[in-house]
């Protein structure tokens, strides 16, 4: 898996899927040759393989004994992770099309790893058990329709999807959409809490936060929930609801495209040609959930733009990881934490291979992209939930 060796590196999470369905045992060598993956030998997965475009190499029983052993040395920041269970994948996403791409589903489908989507209704119906794993498409928690009032209140897909979201709140019995959205954080929140992955991008990284800390706070403004908002709402927040952020200030002009002092977005003064972020190094043999949400055959990524580019890092609570930043511009893109007995990353920005994904914008060609670390990183938060837990020292 690094970049001399892999022609397909998306593709190649894919192959390891296939295997662990077919319950053929694998391991991902941390920090091993960009993150390579062992699998045992079956002619499937080499058809499978060729079929797909993905690289790799047969091996002996004895050289692949020598490569354990070699990551096994004390001296090496390496470590072999058993992969058990192919986890059941549910993206949290609206049945209808949307003027944007979600990359999470693009490469999901790239990479012919299977989901489930997923939505409100089937959410406020206790249907996460079903799953470990659960993606956040581009969303808007907060009942303010992506505040993109300003700019988009008068076009078609605006005026549909802001009716379709009213009358699906009223079909579960909620007088607001945010009151709708509130309920949909609450089963997310628990459903973490109770032991699954969640994993989101973009403005379902904020947006989360803040509903959850406006719970039973209208910060909402008329023409989003048909009542002004409450007088003071900022110091009623309370951040102990929160997973990853506190201590943010709200946007209160409704015309204003941006939810709070979270992004980054607007605070930037980074050319797009030194528009990188970098990944961090963790210990692999003690670290092995952040060193494999980190694996990559490159340290440093180039950036991209979202509604939700990056995070301040003044807001950003002590309890979670950093594991990416832009250093010139102190912002946190890729952050991860534990809440009850699951874990939750939040990764900023649209599109790793569009730097200024715009509305309507054509979506990503990922034929054109098959070894990008951006997308890497989200393939790897969708893998970790398949890795034995390493047993805890007493």
Same mark, same amino acid.
Request: glycine share 6%; net charge negative.
């Given at each position: ?6 022609? =397909? ?27 390579? !993956? ?102 808007? !928690? ?16 605006? &005026? ?20 709708? @959205? ?36 209208? &910060? ?26 506190? =201590? ?23 050319? @797009? ?28 990524? @180039? ?22 930043? =832009? ?50 990183? &989200?393939?790897? =938060? ?10 805890? @020292?007493?």
């Amino acid at each position: 898996m690094s970049a001399e060796n892999q022609k =397909n590196h998306l593709k190649a999470y894919g192959i390891v899927f296939y295997s662990l369905e077919k319950g053929i045992k694998a391991k991902w060598l941390l920090n091993y040759d960009g993150g390579a !993956f062992l699998i045992e030998h079956s002619a499937s997965i080499e058809k499978e393989s060729q079929i797909r475009g993905v690289s790799y190499q047969i091996i002996s029983d004895a050289k692949a004994q020598l490569i354990l052993q070699e990551i096994a040395s004390p001296s090496k920041n390496q470590e072999a992770v058993t992969l058990e269970k192919a986890p059941k994948i549910a993206v949290y996403s609206p049945k209808d099309k949307m003027p944007w791409d979600d990359a999470v589903t693009m490469v999901l489908k790239y990479a012919e790893i299977p989901f489930d989507v997923i939505y409100d209704e089937e959410v406020l119906s206790d249907q996460l058990v079903k799953y470990e794993w659960l993606h956040l498409h581009h969303e808007d !928690f907060t009942g303010q329709y992506g505040r993109f009032y300003g700019s988009f209140r008068t076009t078609p897909w605006y &005026i549909e999807s802001k009716l379709a979201a009213e009358v699906l709140a009223k079909k579960l019995g909620y007088q607001k959409v945010s009151q709708e @959205k509130l309920a949909v954080s609450k089963k997310i929140r628990d459903f973490v809490y109770g032991g699954g992955f969640m994993f989101a991008m973009c403005s379902a990284t904020d947006s989360f936060d803040i509903a959850l800390s406006a719970e039973g706070v209208d &910060i909402a403004e008329a023409m989003f929930d048909g009542d002004p908002s409450e007088p003071n709402y900022q110091e009623k927040l309370n951040f102990n609801n929160t997973f990853a952020f506190e =201590n943010y200030t709200l946007v209160r002009n409704p015309e204003t495209y941006e939810f709070s002092s979270i992004d980054m977005t607007t605070k930037r003064r980074i050319p @797009k040609t030194s528009d990188y972020f970098t990944l961090q190094e963790y210990s692999a043999k003690w670290d092995q959930v952040p060193t494999m949400l980190t694996q990559n055959h490159t340290q440093l990524v @180039k950036g991209f733009m979202g509604q939700t580019t990056a995070f301040d890092r003044n807001t950003i609570k002590a309890t979670v990881l950093v594991m990416a930043e =832009n250093k010139t511009n102190r912002e946190a893109r890729y952050i991860h934490g534990t809440k009850g007995k699951g874990m939750f990353t939040f990764y900023g920005g649209h599109d790793p291979e569009d730097y200024q994904h715009r509305v309507g914008d054509p979506k990503t060609e990922l034929d054109l992209h098959p070894n990008s670390p951006g997308y890497r990183l &989200i393939l790897n =938060n969708v893998l970790f939930p398949a890795a034995k837990k390493k047993e805890q @020292k007493t």
